[in-house]
């Protein structure tokens, strides 16, 4: 099992429609969870980072985090063709003595 | 802005040579990593520093070394490029401090091709 897991996507979606990615993690005792965007040809970005079970809302994303499930997820409302790009989970994984891990990344378009 | 250098965005070498991608940061940042980036495999981490003449492996560190002489700079050494050593190498870095350690800032990467 990876230690980080995320659909690879696309994800396709309507403009001005909510954009939901999941990704799962293995390790029970990770605290600290990232979202990271990458556009096409372009390094990745830190959009999100969250720590505490719940909700956080930044603009249009919102992350939310399960740790009992051990899942954390993006949303991203009013979706915009600009959100096109491919959102990398990054989980610092106790584990692996703290390092922080990154899942395969979901690629979402968003269409006109 | 915290900015990270990369010195090269493209780079062709030949099997055996050896390659040196050199990383800058100019926000005084304690930690550097180098990741590496392929299709349908994500980000992996190769080598990680914490100080200046500090490295630590991460998860791919075979054929492959770091130098840190100064804490501005992060070098990835490959010793004898292999083909399987072509990809994307990405650059980072970010304060140390928690909470802080994993807001990562990337350069802009350098594509590796070995031929």
């Known amino acids: 099992q990876k230690e980080v897991e995320q659909n690879s996507g696309p994800l396709s979606v309507p403009e001005g429609a909510i954009a939901s990615l999941n990704c799962t993690y293995s390790d029970r005792g990770s605290q600290s969870f990232f979202w990271y965007r990458q556009y096409s040809g372009k390094s990745p970005e830190l959009i999100m980072s969250i720590y505490s079970n719940g909700d956080k809302e930044d603009g249009r994303f919102t992350a939310q985090l399960n740790k009992a499930s051990q899942y954390v997820s993006l949303l991203i409302r009013d979706s915009q063709p600009s959100d096109s790009a491919t959102y990398l989970c990054?989980?610092?994984?106790?584990?692996?003595?703290?390092?922080?891990?990154f899942g395969g990344g979901t690629r979402v378009l968003v269409k006109p | 802005d915290v900015k990270v250098t990369q010195s090269s965005r493209y780079l062709v070498k030949r099997t055996g040579e050896k390659v040196f991608l050199e990383c800058v940061q100019d926000m005084d940042h304690e930690n550097m990593f180098w990741y590496r980036q392929d299709p349908g495999l994500g980000l992996r981490l190769i080598y990680f520093?914490?100080?200046?003449?500090?490295?630590e492996k991460g998860d791919i560190p075979e054929g492959y070394s770091v130098s840190r002489e100064k804490k501005e700079r992060f070098s990835l050494i490959l010793e004898s490029a292999s083909t399987n050593q072509t990809s994307m190498y990405l650059c980072?870095?970010?304060?140390f401090g928690a909470g802080e350690n994993e807001k990562l800032f990337f350069g802009s990467g350098t594509q590796l091709s070995v031929l």
């Open positions: 990054a989980v610092n994984v106790q584990a692996a003595g703290n390092k922080l891990t």
């Open positions: 520093s914490y100080d200046v003449k500090m490295k």
């Open positions: 980072a870095s970010s304060r």
